[in-house]
């Protein structure tokens, strides 16, 4: 690992579960004292978004469990897997399209590799659906990102 132990949260848009990976594990770095042990960082499979704020609507959930989701998206790049120790994807498609850039890549991972199997394989994408679906992607991320930073922590 380097100092900091550095890690991207990657979706297709970069604009729901990503940007709130990044912001829940932002809010337990800063809460356990450890902010200049990491580095967080989000992107996306798909530049659609570029340049744009995390979804109105995810920004709304978030909030309402105190997280500030302040990133702009942006896409993966083929250095972001050089440069990152660990590139976590929301579900296998984004998985697979990351694999894509770099075969090689064994820093690569999913979610669900830091849940029990209570929970779905896939962080099930929000964008086209109603209030519950932000709540399950909070939901499955709280619930992984103690086991992530144990991870990066390591
Ligand atoms: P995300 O959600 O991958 O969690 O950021 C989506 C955002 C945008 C789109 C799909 C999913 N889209 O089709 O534009």
């Known amino acids: 690992m380097t100092t900091p132990a550095s890690i991207l949260f990657v979706c297709l848009g970069n ?3 990503s940007p709130t990976g ?3 594990l932002q809010h337990l770095v800063e809460e356990r004292g450890l902010d200049s042990k990491v ?6 499979t798909i530049g659609y978004h570029e340049g744009n704020p995390a979804d109105r609507r995810m920004r709304d959930h978030a909030s309402k469990r105190d997280y500030d989701l302040t990133s702009r998206s942006r896409k993966i790049v083929p250095d972001d897997l ?8 929301m579900d296998r498609q ?3 399209d990351i694999m894509e850039i770099d ?3 064994t820093n690569v991972k999913l979610m ?3 849940l029990d199997d209570s929970w779905p394989v896939d962080v099930p994408d929000p964008y086209y659906g109603g209030a519950d679906g932000f709540e399950t992607v909070l939901d499955m991320i709280e619930a992984a990102c103690p086991n992530i930073l ?3 922590l390591r």
């Open 94 to 96: 984004n998985h697979s």
């Open 82 to 89: 050089d440069r990152f120790d660990l590139v976590i994807a």
């Open 22 to 24: 990044e912001g829940v």
């Open 150 to 152: 144990d991870e990066l």
């Open 103 to 105: 075969p090689t890549a």
């Open 39 to 44: 580095t967080i960082d989000s992107a996306g």
């Open 112 to 114: 669900s590799d830091f």
């Open 15 to 17: 604009i729901c579960r």
